[in-house]
């Protein structure tokens, strides 16, 4: 099959090898069923003890107490962003909204609509390379609720600790750190992530939301943007998307196998750790785009002296079985996403080429 190439790409992004073996060697004869699971109904016996499966993988990672509620959904994070205020904010009410980067900024944007929206941080000022300190935003107990966006795939910056707000409902994106790290998800109310980096395939949201916030809907919705609905049909108000709820499934017991969520947290921090280590030791060749205290341990964003040179360093590291390298149109420079199926040693195999490559170019 020839070399590994090494996918730094943001999102879909890399998956593990053992669930793709899995997935492929199932492809046409899921659980001896002799049919593939994109064929079988999804009101199947079959189909029903695979979405249990996955509802059950996320419940054990994430320690779910028995009043949250597990939700497969589409229409990605960005969906989200509307559905959040959809349901939980009132016009007469008001929500506030940390910013920190390109989609935090959005989804507060998407929130207008629906209500009043209080920003209690930006970290726009400061070019989203910051995040607040725990006890730095002072949230009003009047708040409908508090979003944020856990890491900020564009900017490169990550919270790395479980946001505080009193009574007030946290809500936050944890579309690509989510079991990366381990959470107190009694601090949240709801959270959202889509699939598509540390989960599984695109075309997939997850949400997890608690019992008492689904009688929240302030507005009559459609049945397919309203949770209680949704909660109701147990993710079946429509045909969910069989396959990426399958691969889900098959990505949660991947890490269960790898020790579960505080064993990766080790080797997602070993991994920043050995690439964060090589930038700062290049003597400003490469220039870390985040502050210190708020780095991105899935997306590490840095660039180089020029943007020509960027440009030659995305090509060359094509050209080396590295795949994706290349930043946000909004930000430019480098970006290297290292989710939890990225291997340490294709980050050690990037920070010999940044070596190689800033000896030839420096």
């Known amino acids: 099959m020839g070399e590994i190439i090494y996918n730094f790409s943001a999102g879909p992004a890399m998956m593990p090898p053992e669930v793709l073996e899995q997935a492929a060697a199932e492809l046409r004869d899921v659980r001896g069923s002799r049919m593939s699971v994109m064929e079988i109904s999804h009101r199947s016996a079959l189909f029903g003890e695979i979405l249990a499966d996955a509802e059950s993988g996320i419940r054990r990672l994430l320690g779910l107490p028995k009043n949250y509620r597990v939700l497969f959904l589409q229409g990605g994070a960005t969906l989200q962003f509307s559905m959040v205020p959809m349901n939980l904010l009132a016009p007469v009410d008001t929500a506030e909204y940390i910013i920190t980067g390109y989609w935090g900024k959005k989804a507060a944007k998407c929130a207008v609509q629906y209500g009043d929206v209080r920003t209690v941080y930006s970290g726009e000022n400061a070019g989203f390379t910051t995040v607040p300190q725990q006890g730095e935003v002072r949230v009003s107990p009047n708040a409908a609720y508090l979003h944020y966006t856990s890491n900020e795939t564009i900017d490169g910056v990550e919270f790395g600790y479980d946001l505080d707000a009193g009574s007030v409902p946290v809500v936050c994106d944890m579309s690509s750190d989510i079991l990366s790290r381990p959470i107190d998800i009694e601090k949240y109310g709801l959270i959202y992530a889509g699939a598509q980096k540390n989960l599984g395939p695109s075309g997939l949201v997850l949400v997890v939301i608690r019992d008492d916030l689904l009688d929240r809907s302030p507005r009559e919705l459609p049945d397919l943007l309203?949770?209680?609905?949704?909660?109701?049909?147990?993710?079946?108000?429509n045909t969910p998307n069989t396959w990426a709820i399958?691969?889900?499934?098959?990505?949660?017991?991947?890490?269960?196998?790898q020790g579960g969520v505080a064993a990766i947290e080790k080797v997602n921090l070993e991994k920043a750790r050995v690439l964060y280590e090589?930038?700062?030791?290049?003597?400003?060749?490469y220039s870390g785009r985040a502050a210190a205290d708020a780095r991105s341990r899935m997306n590490v964003t840095?660039?180089?002296p020029n943007a020509e040179l960027d440009a030659k360093f995305i090509k060359e590291a094509e050209a080396n079985r590295m795949s994706g390298l290349k930043g946000h149109r909004a930000v430019g420079g480098i970006r290297a996403s290292i989710y939890n199926a990225f291997p340490l040693a294709g980050v050690e195999h990037l920070v010999e080429f940044l070596s190689e490559f800033a000896r030839r170019n420096g």
């Not at 309203?226 to 108000?237: F, G, H, P, Q």
């Not at 090589?278 to 060749?285: C, L, N, R, V």
């Open 226 to 237: 309203t949770y209680k609905v949704l909660a109701d049909n147990d993710s079946m108000a």
């Open 246 to 257: 399958y691969l889900l499934g098959l990505v949660c017991g991947w890490l269960e196998k």
């Open 278 to 285: 090589a930038i700062d030791k290049s003597d400003g060749f």
């Open 302 to 304: 840095f660039s180089l």
